[in-house]
């Protein structure tokens, strides 16, 4: 079962001013994907060479503590990395992990990682599968999807309350 608790509003600043950076850094991020084993990744991102780096975002110590699935996106990402916010304690954070200090403007590093190439198949499926997301997110921007329309009510908020058409002599 995918993990669907959306980011907290500290975690969404986080967010917000990672992303920021990682395009600054030629990255192209997207915020919860969901991966092929039910976890979803806080961010996601994608250079030009195709380098998969994931970043956990932890809002507080508490979270840090209570969640301790990270180690399921290790074998999903090139490289992986946690962010978080300037008060945050970052001597709780794995050595053997990257570090993004961020706020909702930007983001720092603190602590690069070491490259793990991903096995050439997972690859293929994870830049698929982001490209896929990536896409449908843009077109839902373009498109949002059309009000659900009931009848002898009309459209779900807004349309023709009688269901009818608008059409001139209808």
């Not at 850094?25 to 961010?43: C, F, H, K, M, Q």
């Not at 699935?69 to 978080?84: E, G, I, N, S």
């Amino acid at each position: 079962m995918p993990d669907e608790r959306p980011l907290s509003p500290t975690a969404q600043y986080i967010a917000r001013g990672l992303c920021r950076y990682l395009i600054q850094a030629g990255y192209s991020p997207l915020t919860e994907l969901i991966l092929p084993n039910g976890r979803r990744v806080d961010v996601i991102a994608i250079d030009r060479a195709g380098t998969i780096v994931v970043v956990e975002i932890k809002s507080s110590v508490e979270d840090f503590r209570s969640d301790q699935k990270w180690q399921d996106y290790l074998p999903y990402c090139d490289q992986f990395y946690f962010a978080v916010a300037e008060s945050f304690p970052t001597v709780l954070i794995p050595e053997t992990c990257g570090l993004y200090v961020a706020d909702a403007y930007g983001a720092a590093m603190l602590r690069d990682v070491v490259h793990t190439p991903v096995a050439a198949a997972r690859r293929r499926a994870l830049l698929l599968r982001f490209a896929t997301v990536a896409a449908e997110r843009l077109r839902l921007t373009l498109d949002p999807p059309t009000p659900t329309v009931l009848p002898g009510i009309g459209a779900l908020g807004g349309g023709n309350p009688g269901g009818g058409t608008n059409a001139p002599g209808a």
